[in-house]
């Protein structure tokens, strides 16, 4: 099948390749399937591209490249909806956004201090197996990491 990109143009994937969201993102339910693309040799950081939406791309990279860790529990209903069964492989990433800090007039305006924030309390867990994937809402982290972009 053939998806188009505001990032990558258009994309040639085959159907194995796509990731479901039984229920959508928070803020972006009516978007279900998606495709992770990366750039090659660029491994830290890839884009969990919507199949609905060609402007709907999220940055995504997994907590353990900011040396974090998590252990938490999956409610029945989330593991129901991944089709989660005892031995599947689980993948957790978090989705990453970039903020200014003051408030730009134009649209074209480059910002003097950007930030980039990884959600730490919405990770997005990932069936390997059955290609399904939730996002879960954590109702507290031990740790906050700021990461900021250099000029």
């Given amino acids: 099948m053939q998806i188009n990109t ?9 159907d194995d390749d796509l990731i ?3 229920k959508g993102l928070p803020g972006f339910e009516g978007n279900t ?4 693309f990366h750039e ?12 609905d939406d060609a402007d709907l791309c999220l ?11 998590y252990e938490f529990s999956l ?7 991944i089709d989660l069964q005892e031995q ?4 957790v990433v978090l989705i990453l956004c970039k903020s200014d800090t003051e408030t730009n007039e134009s649209a074209e305006a480059v910002p003097s201090d950007s930030r980039i924030r990884a ?20 109702p507290r982290v031990e740790r906050v990491t700021l990461i900021r972009a250099l000029p």
Avoid: C, Y
């Avoid at 505001?6 to 085959?14: H, K, Y």
């Avoid at 399937?33 to 992770?36: A, C, N, S, T, Y």
């Avoid at 940055?59 to 860790?69: A, C, I, N």
């Avoid at 409610?75 to 909806?81: F, G, N, R, S, V």
């Fill in 6 to 14: 505001a990032l990558f143009g258009p994309q040639e994937i085959n």
């Fill in 20 to 22: 479901t969201f039984p």
């Fill in 33 to 36: 399937q998606f495709k992770v």
């Fill in 40 to 51: 090659a040799g660029k491994p830290t950081v890839h884009w969990l591209q919507s199949v």
């Fill in 59 to 69: 940055s995504v990279m997994e907590p353990k490249l900011l040396d974090l860790g």
């Fill in 75 to 81: 409610t029945p209903e989330q593991a129901e909806l």
């Fill in 88 to 91: 599947d492989e689980l993948t």
């Fill in 119 to 138: 959600n730490l309390t919405g990770p997005v867990v990932i069936n390997a197996r059955s290609r399904k994937a939730i996002q879960v809402s954590l």
